[in-house]
Every structure is written in C-alpha cells, then in structure tokens.
C-alpha cells in the first residue's frame, strides 16, 4: 500500500510534464489549418477595413519602422507614428496629429498594429529565453497600451474589428481547444468538422466567457459611479460619500478580485468550456476558481509553458527560415540573368533574402516591369501563406498548451482525473445482426453508460 501511495504522490509532483506534450498536439494539421483559416479571415477583413488610412505618420515612412519603440526613459524628440507618439508621451498625440495632418502619411490600423505587435511578440520570447522580466513586462505592457490606443483615438474601427475578432477567435480557439481537450483526456483525435460543429455548437457560451467579468465589473462599477453622482448634491452629497464610503470600497475589493481573477485565468476560459461542456458564466467560475485557489501552481504551470512555448516558437520559426533560405539560395545558383533594374538580380526583384528576423526579406523600392511585379505578387503570395502557418502554430500552441493546464489545475483542485471529459454520445447506426433494417439508432458506448461530468 505505501509503495502505491509512493507511486501516486510520484505522479502527481510530476504530472505537470504533461505540458510538454503541447508541441506535438499544437503541430496537429486539424488544429493547424483551423488557426490558418482564422487567421486568414481577420487578415482579410483587417485589410478591407484598413483601405480606409486612419493612422497619422512622419513623412515619408516605411512601414519596417514602425516595429521600432523607444526604450524605457528614453523619448526622442520625433515618432514614426501616432502609436510610438502615444506610447512615448500621451499628451503629445493631439499636437503630433495636428502638425502632421496634412503633410505626413498615412496606413491602415490593422497594418499598423500588425507589424506593431509582432515585433513586440518576438521581443517578448528572446528576453523570456534571456530570464530578462524585465523586458517581457515591457513587450505585454506595450502591446496593452497599444490596443488602449486603438480604442481611444480609433474607436469605431476597433470595435468592429476587435468585435469580428472575438466572434471568429471565439470559433476557432474552441475548436482547438476542444480537439486537445479530447486528444489528452481519451488520446482521441477528433476531425476538424467535427471540432468546427462543437465549436459552433457551444458558439455563445465561447463568445460570452470573456463578456462575463467585463459585464461584472460593468455593473459593480456603475454603483460607484452613481454614488458619485449623488456626491454632486449640495450639502449632503458630501456627507453621504463619506458615509457610503465602507461601502465603495467593498465594492471596489470586488471589482479588484474580479479583475485579478479574469486576468490570470482568462487562459483557461475556452478550455473549460471545451471540457466541461458548460456556459460562459460557468467557464468562468471554474477559471477564476482555480486561480485564487491554485496561484503559485498556476504562475508555475504558465511560466514553464511561456518558456518551453518560446522554445517550441523559435524551433519552428528556424525550420521555416532554413526551408526559405535553402529555397532562396538553390534558386539564386540557378538564376544569373539581371531584372529589369541595373545591378540587381532577377530573382532578387521578386524575391529578397529571407532572415531569421525578417521571413519575408527587405524588398527595396525599385521599378519592375510587368512580368517580375506578378511574379513578386505570387511570390509574396506564397511567402504569407509560409508565415501564416508559423502564426498558426503559435495559435495552435496557445490554446493547447491552455487546454493542458485547465486540465492539470482542475486535477489538483477539484481533484478530477484528467481523462474525465464531458462527450456528448451520438447515434450510431445498428447493423443487420438483428434482423433489422439497419437504419434503426442505438445508444453509443458512452450513452449507455450514462451521461459524463
């Protein structure tokens, strides 16, 4: 009996190494061509809607510098775009729009928020890899200030499309986390119609998890807001804010545990959902559950898997690099002949030089002719089509990785195996051993053994 204690306790110290299972579930092609498929959908609205150029830049910008941040402390005296301005020095936005109005560029949002934001992503894994916090803080403060941005100086364009995001994110994420829910807990592989039809099915309560703590905080906050509307009155106001004031500051405990709660466990909000079947209030209980009941455990679980994600990231992103380079390259030996440009190779007018930090490689502003502008417009067509599978491993990551931590923290708190999944049983068709037509239904495995928490 002790030995089996022994082997039990073994077991639960290191079942946290089921998140190393998150790269061989996140390179499943399902949950690839899911991410892929998303991402493609709100590449193309992001364009569409940035056909209308809202962004205020410098003069003669290239839109390659708008990766650039300034760092900590150090604000120079000019800014590429309203972005870095704001994010410099946010008083200074209205003056940098006013002065560069009429004589400055101009980009989409999406674009901008684009290249923005995968700069800071790629920023945020090498200083992870380098133990530098410092500068991960950094990257996701950045990135959260930037989408402050967005809504506060572009706010139609960014509720539409942030708004269009989360219904197609709200599909997608449950979908794969659906598919890795079943692939760790029955080591069952789901296709991707049925991971789409779950996903779909359970569409609202996808798309209301994240709304909950919003609506909560919403409505907590609002019985502050109008206690200070009734500090305006004369003489009593006063009196009564100071008399209400235990109570607005129980108020704003709830708020602050709300808020603390959605943020560490907003990870895992589609993941219980994909498990347990249930509604977004639900998902979100069990989330902001786990982490007020399980907080170091659950630092720990997202720490490792931000590191062994990085990792896996930057492996990946090495792989596709050494597929273009070596494409590239083969094809360089092969073509000698001069483009329409003097001094510049064919291939290079089409196709620049990838780097490991720039995959799809600098292409110089140089006049083409018609032939090599349709070859450099299939060729960028296929290189996006490369970097979008990258993304879409990231994405596939995310909510795996996710899935497996909701898993391990509902082992240790609610003490559930993991293996433990709510399924939906589905008719099956009975064959002719009984003498039937063989069109007649008859409950599943899983339905007969009654249903699954």
Request: with cysteine; net charge neutral.
């Amino acid at each position: 009996m002790e030995a089996k204690d022994q082997i039990l306790s073994l077991y639960e110290n290191f079942v946290f190494a089921k998140i190393f299972k998150s790269f061989r579930m996140a390179i499943q092609p399902g949950k690839i061509l899911i991410a892929l498929l998303a991402l493609i959908i709100l590449a193309l609205f992001g364009r569409l809607m940035d056909l209308k150029k809202t962004v205020i830049t410098m003069p003669n910008l290239r839109v390659a510098r708008l990766s650039n941040v300034p760092e900590a402390g150090i604000f120079p005296a000019v800014y590429p775009s309203e972005l870095q301005c704001y994010l410099a020095n946010p008083a200074s936005v209205k003056r940098f729009t006013q002065r560069y109005a009429q004589t400055g560029g101009r980009i989409g949002l999406f674009s901008a928020l684009w290249h923005f934001g995968s700069a800071r992503f790629t920023d945020a894994v090498l200083a992870l890899l380098e133990l530098d916090l410092r500068k991960v803080f950094a990257s996701i403060g950045y990135a959260a200030k930037a989408a402050v941005w967005a809504l506060t100086y572009h706010t139609l364009y960014s509720i539409v499309y942030f708004g269009v995001a989360l219904v197609v994110i709200a599909v997608a994420g449950g979908s794969i986390c659906r598919m890795a829910a079943m692939q760790l807990a029955r080591d069952e592989r789901i296709g991707l119609i049925e991971a789409v039809r779950f996903g779909l099915k359970n569409f609202i309560s996808f798309l209301s998890v994240p709304l909950v703590p919003v609506g909560i905080i919403f409505l907590l906050g609002l019985l502050v807001f109008l206690l200070g509307l009734v500090g305006n009155l004369p003489w009593a106001g006063e009196l009564i804010i100071g008399i209400c004031l235990i109570i607005a500051l129980f108020v704003g405990l709830l708020v602050t545990l709300v808020l603390i709660g959605a943020i560490g466990g907003a990870n895992l909000f589609y993941s219980a959902i994909a498990y347990e079947g249930s509604d977004g209030f639900e998902a979100f209980g069990r989330a902001w559950g786990y982490v007020y009941n399980r907080p170091w455990r659950m630092v720990f679980y997202t720490t490792l898997t931000a590191f062994y994600g990085s990792v896996s990231y930057l492996f990946v992103r090495f792989f596709v690099f050494l597929l273009l380079y070596v494409t590239h390259l083969f094809l360089l030996l092969g073509v000698r002949v001069e483009g329409s440009t003097e001094g510049l190779n064919k291939l290079a007018s089409i196709w620049p030089e990838p780097t490991f930090f720039n995959l799809l490689g600098s292409r110089e502003e140089v006049a083409l002719n018609w032939s090599e502008s349709g070859a450099s417009i299939l060729v960028s067509m296929a290189l996006l089509i490369v970097f979008g599978l990258l993304v879409s491993f990231v994405i596939s990551f995310y909510f795996s990785a996710n899935t497996i931590i909701y898993a391990l923290l509902r082992n240790k708190v609610d003490h559930t195996p993991i293996d433990e999944i709510s399924v939906e049983p589905l008719p099956v068709l009975r064959g002719e051993r009984r003498g039937g037509t063989g069109l007649e239904e008859t409950p599943t495995e899983s339905e007969s053994a009654g249903p699954q928490n």
